[in-house]
């Protein structure tokens, strides 16, 4: 069965420093799409980033990035000069599905809490 | 800019209770999704539709149903309402392409 796991339920950052959020999934498809998404503490879901499963470079937008290990299954978030706005929850999925029979339902760690410290 | 609504921020409501959290986009997205999130669990799927009319169970879907009559809008209904549904409740909505949009979340309390 599909299976996202973050072991990190929470994490400590120095402002203007760079935190790496673990995620580690698990899946037999060999095509598949990764995400994180931040949740700070009004509660709406912010997207953040994307990940294909062919993609070969890294996915980037702005100060995050993701490293991703196809063959060591993990698929960290990676912030870059943090701020104090970045403290909130922040979680890993995985697109179920492929090709015509991808619904495009997503399957969701545990979430990591994140807090900047100034 | 996309838009995901949800009737209600907060909810509280008695055992038994029927209970209609809706979900509206105005984006003209094909597939929507209830997603109930607790601490420590992250986000389950209830239920998820992929056209009008059309829906799918997802991985937790007893004592919910959904209904969906219209492309904008889905509703998640909870047909007597019991303490262990008391949780916060998120709809989305997806493009073509991967992204899901989500919605602010309604905090359902059943007492």
């Known amino acids: 069965a599909q299976k996202i796991t973050q072991t990190q339920p929470g994490m400590f950052v120095q402002e203007k420093e760079a935190v790496t959020l673990d995620c580690t999934y698990d899946?037999?498809?060999?095509?598949?799409?990764l995400f994180w998404y931040k949740q700070p503490s009004s509660g709406e879901m912010i997207f953040l980033i994307y990940q294909g499963s062919y993609d070969e470079q890294n996915a980037t937008e702005g100060r995050y990035s993701l490293n991703f290990q196809k063959a060591r299954k993990s698929a960290n978030l990676v912030i870059s000069a943090s701020q104090l706005g970045d403290s909130a929850m922040y979680f890993c999925a995985m697109r179920e599905g492929r090709g015509s029979s991808n619904t495009g339902k997503l399957i969701f760690g545990q979430g990591t809490t994140l807090q900047v410290k100034p | 800019d996309v838009k995901v609504t949800q009737s209600s921020r907060y909810l509280v409501k008695r055992t038994g209770e029927k209970v209609f959290l809706e979900c509206v986009q105005d984006m003209d997205h094909e597939n929507m999704f209830w997603y109930r999130q607790d601490p420590g669990l992250g986000l389950r799927l209830i239920y998820f539709s992929y056209d009008v009319k059309m829906k799918e169970k997802g991985d937790i879907p007893e004592g919910y149903s959904v209904s969906r009559e219209k492309k904008e809008r889905f509703s998640l209904i909870l047909e007597s309402a019991s303490t262990n549904q008391t949780s916060m409740y998120l709809c989305a909505s997806r493009n073509r392409v991967n992204e899901q949009y989500f919605g602010p979340g309604t905090r359902l309390t059943v007492t």
């Open positions: 899946t037999s498809d060999q095509s598949y799409g």
